[in-house]
């Protein structure tokens, strides 16, 4: 079994609020959808037109993150095949919105994603109940439990980029306003990636 990564995501201010397709759109491309769990990273793509999300495959999770992993490493190269011109990563919060230690891991995988595509804009989209819809919905289909994980984290980050994409596409959104630090902007990069803790 992989090893659990063992660095966290140094506090930052505030709570982290999930990006929203703005302003800053890059058009037309496929779109990767990013689960990210302490074991395994669940990945999902998009048709060029951004209209229907599709499953890829799971990924091992590295030791530490940073942008030599293999788990960053093979993100990359998926990018780099798929041509995709954004990157949507889970940010899993509690029902009531508030942050955890698995936001914390989803925050830096995407901050240190955003450093090695630096041409490609990684964003943070709420995810909450995602994984257990997900699971709920093999389990309703007759998929055996310990048949189940790395389909589940692949059936995560489909239902991840699907609601991306569906909120892209919702008519009436708001195209003209320009996008904020929060919403629809791309991973701030701070310089603060733990590399203290990865060396």
């Not at 990945?43 to 030791?63: H, Y």
């Amino acid at each position: 079994m992989p090893e659990a990564p063992r660095d966290t995501v140094p506090d930052t201010p505030g709570p982290t609020v999930p990006d929203r397709p703005g302003a800053d759109d890059p058009g037309r491309g496929r779109r990767l959808g990013i689960d990210v769990g302490s074991v395994r990273i669940g990945v999902a793509s998009s048709d060029p037109d951004g209209v229907l999300a599709t499953p890829v495959e799971t990924v091992a999770r590295a030791a530490k993150t940073h942008p030599d992993a293999s788990d960053v490493r093979r993100i990359v190269a998926l990018a780099e095949e798929y041509e995709a011109v954004e990157i949507v990563v889970g940010l899993p919060r509690t029902l009531r919105g508030e942050r955890g230690k698995a936001a914390d891991i989803a925050v830096r995988f995407a901050r240190v994603l955003g450093r090695a595509l630096p041409g490609t804009p990684v964003r943070l989209a709420d995810e909450r109940l995602t994984t257990v819809s997900a699971a709920r919905g093999l389990r309703d289909s007759g998929i055996r439990a310990r048949n189940q994980r790395s389909v589940i984290d692949q059936a995560a980050a489909v239902a991840i980029l699907q609601g991306w994409l569906d909120e892209r596409r919702r008519p009436g959104r708001d195209e003209t306003t320009a996008p904020n630090e929060t919403e629809g902007a791309p991973m701030p990069d701070n310089g603060d990636d733990g590399a203290g803790a990865t060396q």
